[in-house]
């Protein structure tokens, strides 16, 4: 059977004389002595804790695969989360499968051969000379310290649950079962407490995050000469994540004046006004996966106006009481409770609301100017553990080492006639990454100032 390769449409032919040649006269580059990702003893405790969880059973976790963004070009992979926090690796088509004994085996694709093989110079899609080399499965072994096969050997006859809408191909190949679920969701908790590997990549990308802050505040005066400031701005936090990081953890939020009413703002196209704020929401992904996620609102000009002032200011209360009730055993939802009666005391004193803060807590009509809750837990998805149970997540308690965000926010529409004038078109949201200690929480993006006396003097400091 003839090798099945990807190869586009205007490739010219081979000539046998051509494959002959192409098959001799490389040297041996195969890496020896290789040293473990730093990953790879953390992760072996996790896939233990995951077999025992499921003893007996057979478990199928993909990496994911290619996904095509136009005709014949892939957006860059990246890899499922759970796959990585169960392997530390980051290719694509890779397997990682738990047998019922407990061993574990990563089924990956590996570096093809210059003999017997054109893979290497002619496959689009995983040719070493066209997408770059993948360790061969003794570097492999070497690297992730688990196991390894080459992926056609994968079998997946007989029982297994699967972590389903990963790789359709791995779908396609076992019964779906009710124990998918379970699996699923599973995943998803046993990531909601970091170790301390975790802990420390997490805090790499709050501390590369806010150099990436630095960088766009610097470049603040060249951005309000473009026609497409938020873009120049977006451009120049997204430098810095791929020289620190994999590349930013989420599409960056740029949003300037009303844009930041705007809560997933991405298309970052608007003129800066040095009059308005700027809403800056980014995180950076480390080369791990791990990312921050941090907001901060900045005036343009480097001064807030008296009202910008006066909105801040009140979000800024909000979330320090948020971050005052973070501790081992309070409720996951005190914090967003405690910043939303500070909000409604807020507008309550402004005139915006006429009832009691009591009773707009219990009515909500201040979510007319919050719209969404004030957290989530952050690790290697930017809203990470999304699919644990909401008995273990959202109507859960707090543990010592979960990471979070605490990130109310006012959004006052410019278009909102319930609203002083003045206050229209402000949108303000302070967010910040913390993490769950013995007795209370470290804020770890505590380089970055919050106060707004801090916030402009710190603009004033980089703007020299």
């Given at each position: 059977?003839?090798?099945?390769?990807?190869?586009?449409?205007?490739?010219?032919?081979?000539?046998?004389?051509?494959?002959?040649?192409?098959?001799?006269?490389?040297?041996?580059?195969?890496?020896?002595?290789?040293?473990?990702?730093?990953?790879?003893?953390?992760?072996?405790?996790?896939?233990?804790?995951?077999?025992?969880?499921?003893?007996?059973?057979?478990?199928?976790?993909?990496?994911?695969?290619?996904k095509v963004r136009s005709n014949d070009s892939d957006y860059r992979f990246r890899t499922h989360s759970a796959f990585a926090y169960l392997t530390g690796d980051?290719?694509?088509?890779d397997v990682l499968v738990i047998e019922p004994t407990g061993e574990a085996v990563l089924y990956l694709r590996p570096r093809s051969p210059r003999a017997g093989?054109?893979?290497?110079?002619?496959?689009?899609?995983?040719?070493?000379?066209?997408?770059?080399?993948?360790?061969?499965?003794?570097?492999?072994?070497?690297?992730?310290?688990?196991?390894?096969?080459?992926?056609?050997?994968?079998?997946?006859?007989?029982?297994?649950?699967?972590?389903?809408?990963?790789?359709?191909?791995?779908?396609?190949?076992?019964?779906?079962?009710?124990?998918?679920?379970?699996?699923?969701?599973?995943?998803?908790?046993?990531?909601?407490?970091?170790?301390?590997?975790?802990?420390?990549?997490?805090?790499?990308?709050?501390?590369?995050?806010?150099?990436?802050?630095?960088?766009?505040?610097?470049?603040?005066?060249?951005?309000?000469?473009?026609?497409?400031?938020?873009?120049?701005?977006?451009?120049?936090?997204?430098?810095?994540?791929?020289?620190?990081?994999?590349?930013?953890?989420?599409?960056?939020?740029?949003?300037?004046?009303?844009?930041?009413?705007?809560?997933?703002?991405?298309?970052?196209?608007?003129?800066?006004?040095?009059?308005?704020?700027?809403?800056?929401?980014?995180?950076?992904?480390?080369?791990?996966?791990?990312?921050?996620?941090?907001?901060?609102?900045?005036?343009?000009?480097?001064?807030?106006?008296?009202?910008?002032?006066?909105?801040?200011?009140?979000?800024?209360?909000?979330?320090?009481?948020?971050?005052?009730?973070?501790?081992?055993?309070?409720?996951?939802?005190?914090?967003?409770?405690?910043?939303?009666?500070?909000?409604?005391?807020?507008?309550?004193?402004?005139?915006?609301?006429?009832?009691?803060?009591?009773?707009?807590?219990?009515?909500?009509?201040?979510?007319?100017?919050?719209?969404?809750?004030?957290?989530?837990?952050?690790?290697?998805?930017?809203?990470?553990?999304?699919?644990?149970?909401?008995?273990?997540?959202?109507?859960?308690?707090?543990?010592?080492?979960?990471?979070?965000?605490?990130?109310?926010?006012?959004?006052?529409?410019?278009?909102?006639?319930?609203?002083?004038?003045?206050?229209?078109?402000?949108?303000?949201?302070?967010?910040?990454?913390?993490?769950?200690?013995?007795?209370?929480?470290?804020?770890?993006?505590?380089?970055?100032?919050?106060?707004?006396?801090?916030?402009?003097?710190?603009?004033?400091?980089?703007?020299?």
């Amino acid at each position: 059977m003839s090798e099945k390769l990807n190869t586009g449409s205007h490739d010219l032919p081979i000539t046998d004389e051509l494959a002959a040649f192409m098959e001799t006269g490389w040297a041996d580059t195969r890496h020896t002595g290789l040293e473990p990702l730093p990953v790879a003893p953390w992760a072996a405790k996790r896939r233990a804790a995951l077999a025992a969880r499921f003893p007996g059973e057979r478990l199928v976790i993909p990496s994911g695969s290619l996904k095509v963004r136009s005709n014949d070009s892939d957006y860059r992979f990246r890899t499922h989360s759970a796959f990585a926090y169960l392997t530390g690796d980051a290719e694509p088509d890779d397997v990682l499968v738990i047998e019922p004994t407990g061993e574990a085996v990563l089924y990956l694709r590996p570096r093809s051969p210059r003999a017997g093989s054109q893979e290497f110079y002619r496959d689009r899609r995983y040719g070493e000379f066209w997408v770059g080399r993948r360790p061969d499965l003794a570097e492999a072994q070497n690297l992730y310290q688990v196991e390894c096969a080459h992926i056609g050997q994968l079998s997946l006859d007989g029982p297994a649950r699967v972590l389903r809408g990963v790789d359709a191909s791995v779908d396609a190949r076992v019964a779906p079962g009710e124990g998918d679920a379970e699996l699923e969701r599973f995943l998803s908790e046993m990531r909601l407490v970091k170790d301390e590997w975790e802990v420390a990549e997490l805090q790499f990308a709050v501390d590369a995050t806010t150099r990436g802050f630095e960088d766009v505040v610097r470049a603040v005066p060249a951005a309000l000469g473009e026609t497409r400031g938020e873009r120049y701005l977006e451009g120049i936090f997204g430098l810095r994540s791929r020289l620190e990081g994999n590349a930013v953890g989420y599409d960056s939020i740029v949003a300037s004046g009303a844009h930041a009413n705007v809560l997933h703002w991405i298309r970052n196209d608007g003129r800066l006004d040095e009059r308005d704020l700027l809403l800056l929401d980014a995180g950076i992904e480390t080369d791990s996966l791990y990312t921050a996620d941090i907001t901060r609102t900045l005036p343009l000009s480097g001064r807030f106006s008296p009202v910008q002032r006066q909105v801040y200011e009140l979000v800024y209360e909000a979330q320090s009481a948020a971050i005052d009730t973070l501790r081992p055993g309070a409720r996951f939802r005190d914090f967003h409770l405690a910043a939303m009666r500070v909000i409604c005391e807020g507008l309550h004193a402004w005139g915006v609301l006429k009832d009691s803060p009591d009773s707009l807590m219990e009515s909500g009509l201040y979510r007319r100017y919050t719209v969404c809750s004030s957290g989530h837990m952050l690790g290697l998805d930017v809203h990470d553990c999304a699919k644990a149970r909401a008995e273990a997540y959202l109507d859960g308690v707090l543990e010592e080492g979960q990471v979070l965000t605490v990130e109310p926010g006012l959004y006052l529409q410019a278009d909102d006639l319930t609203l002083p004038e003045e206050f229209r078109g402000i949108g303000v949201r302070i967010e910040d990454d913390l993490v769950v200690t013995a007795d209370g929480a470290r804020l770890m993006s505590a380089a970055l100032p919050r106060h707004p006396d801090e916030v402009e003097g710190w603009m004033a400091t980089l703007l020299g």
